[in-house]
């Protein structure tokens, strides 16, 4: 595996359901982001982890929880979600966070909510 | 806040016309700006950047010019091909603050025919 990889693909779940996204980085970084992709929306930034740590946190609900366990993984555990939450959700790794660190981008989760 | 707005498409051309994706941006401090492609199915790559007034960033026949007088950053291609097709996105990045923030427009469908 190279690059930015996400699992699964595509989910779809019910409102009351429980799910984790995934998100793991072959490149070395230090950095993970979880953005969200609307339709004609521009992209959003939810979280940001540098060194595992959460550094921002874009005023997103609660029904949505972010675990890094190391520099290389990356979990948007799911719960109890609206049928608005329905996007693709993004997830990117960068060497590190100041200005010129260039973002590389997994193809993203399609979650459909019921 | 920064802010990135950029043309609504969707756009559509045939192989070998010039394409111009218009990209306007504001910025509270000195802001890097970015294109980011998505092809069907693909997270988001970056295609060029330019990190100061003048700058001209390119990539495969890709270019465009910051231009500080305008706030702008317009993508241009001379000859396009039916592998261009994707979404194209402008983006900054504002070293004032919060500077690893990707502030993305809402991205712009180019579609061109064989």
Redesign the interface.
Known sequence: ETGVTQTPRHLVMGMTNKKSLKCEQHLGHNAMYWYKQSAKKPLELMFVYNFKEQTENNSVPSRFSPECPNSSHLFLHLHTLQPEDSALYLCASSQGIGFNNEQFFGPGTRLTVL | GDS?TQMEGPVTLSEEAFLTINCTYTATGY??LFW?VQYP??????LL?A?KADDKGSNKGFEATYRKETTSFHLEKGSVQVSDSAVY?CAL???GG??????????TTVTVRA
Do not use: C, H, I, M
């Open positions: 990135v802001p890097s980011y199915g693909e997270g988001l790559q970056l950047k990190t996105f990045s504002d070293r919060n500077d690893y923030k990707l502030s993305f427009g809402a991205g």
